[in-house]
């Protein structure tokens, strides 16, 4: 199977999951050091669990305090505003995108002035005003959200090695490898139209660089020489008329017929022609002369 293969991702560490632990013991039991703390912060690598060692001849509770390490961060809402928007913990991005559909939801916005909000009897219980400015919001909402409430489990550490077994169930968020894989597979995507795209600009760049190129070349020999332009183009038209009315061969040289010579076209082909040569020999004449007075 020639199929590229799926890198599989290791396995998270128990740690990665988390912000801060704290882990709390009896104080009558533990009087000096009751707390132990882990922090991320300080941590330098991740870790599966931990070891903790106390000297001591009599039973211990224990209490253990984890914060899980949301990313992004999430806030836990003050019960009014968690009662409004029906949730309780939310990014800040979302709770305020939620505050600002229910507003418009509810036409709070004042028709005259759209970024004043006229508060309903919900929103006077959360904020406490009448009115407030649209652009306001986000920093009122520092008051109604805060840390997440830590996982708590407690726990009764045993001194005859016969500590009850116990199993936890904590719900966490871990990155989604596949909506990963998809978004790349869509940035993949969009950098091929746009690739498709700019092939196409490119072809169409070229196409009006040659219809320039070839308008350049037709007048430039025109200017160059007239006359040999005009004969030259009336006869490539007169081998097409033939050739299209099925007379080639019949017709005779258009050059050959005094009528040719009279056409304007030719006319001011020639007149243009001998003004230009005239224009030469004068330019010629005036060198010479240049060139003579500079060895005199």
Known sequence: DDSPQRTSKPPCKFTSFFRKIFVQLDPHLSPRVDVIEWDRKKASAEADGFEIKRQGDRDCLVRIFMHVNYAPPRFKLSPPLADLLGVRIDTRTNIIMALYQYIKAH????????????????????????????????????????????????YNVKIDGHSPEMTCDIAVEEENTYRTDVREFLTHANIAREIDTLDDDIRTAILHINQHKNKKEFMGSFVENPVDFCSTLVRSQVRDLQLLKGHVGRMAAPEGVVEYYKQPAVIDAVSRYLHRQQQQQQQQQQQQQQQQQQQQ
Request: glycine letters at 6%.
């Open 107 to 154: 036409k709070l916005q004042d028709p005259g002035h759209p970024k004043m909000i006229i508060n309903n009897d919900v929103l006077q219980k959360v904020f406490g005003l009448d009115r407030m400015e649209m652009s306001s919001v986000p920093r009122r909402l520092q008051e109604h959200i805060g840390t997440p409430d830590p996982i708590i489990i407690d």
